[in-house]
Structure formats: structure tokens, C-alpha cells
């Protein structure tokens, strides 16, 4: 399993991304003002990592096992799942969604703030 500060060095990889420390001292990580990936809410040495997927991949992510619909997200029709193990994302796989769910987080932000953060070249 992946662990925090695995968890955190790679979303920091990401560009344009800031971490904080909210909702029971959960890792939070955001690209601009958007959140894409959250370690946290076990009490155990590694975190549960909840991160945004596309439809098909929810479909598919929630069915696996030590992966479920991300608590809240999930209740309110968003399309999250919270990895609790290893039993069906390796590590490398884990990075992959984490980086789709960075990509899927930035396109919901403006134009002019993908500008800002030099997500898309300034004349698109």
C-alpha cells in the first residue's frame, strides 16, 4: 500500500497542486481550488486514497475488491472511489487514477484559471 508520504510526494509531482490538512487530518490535494486525490480516514499506517474517476472506470473500480464508492462523494452522485487496499491497485496502477483524477479535476476549473496555472498554453 501506498503510503503518506508516497501518497504525498506524487500528487506534489502533479502540477499546479498544494496540499491541506482538513476533514479530520486527511491529505488533501487540490490542482487550483479543485480537489483530485484525499489520503486519509483509517487509522491505520497507510491511508485510504479516494480520488475522481471517469464514469466507465467507477463503474468498473467499484466492483473490485479493497475498492468502494468514496464515502460522501459517492452518496451525492460524484464519481469517487476510496482505494482501502491493495487487493486490486498496485501502486503504479493507484498513480495512474491519481493522475486521471488530477487531469479530470483541472478541466472543471475556468479557462482563464487553466491559463493561470499553466495547465493550458495562453492562447487556447
Avoid at 32 to 47: L, M
Avoid at 67 to 89: C, H, N, T, V
Avoid at 108 to 124: G, H, M, V, W, Y
Wanted: hydrophobic share 35%; charged share 25%; glycine share 8%.
Amino acid at each position: 500500500m501506498i503510503s503518506y508520504e508516497g501518497f504525498d510526494a506524487y500528487c506534489g509531482s502533479l502540477q499546479a497542486t498544494h496540499k491541506v490538512i482538513q476533514w479530520g487530518n486527511a491529505h488533501v490535494w487540490k490542482v487550483g481550488e479543485k480537489v483530485f486525490a484525499i489520503g486519509g480516514w483509517t487509522d491505520g499506517k497507510e491511508p485510504y486514497v479516494t480520488f475522481k474517476c471517469s464514469p466507465h472506470s467507477y463503474d468498473i473500480l467499484k466492483e473490485q475488491p479493497g475498492l468502494r464508492p468514496a464515502p460522501y462523494f459517492a452518496s451525492r452522485g460524484m464519481k469517487w472511489i476510496q482505494m482501502m487496499d491493495e487487493s486490486s491497485l498496485c501502486a503504479e496502477d493507484l498513480k495512474l487514477y491519481l493522475k486521471e483524477s488530477h487531469r479530470l479535476a483541472a478541466q472543471n476549473l475556468t479557462k482563464k484559471r487553466q491559463r493561470e496555472l499553466k495547465l493550458i498554453k495562453s492562447d487556447s
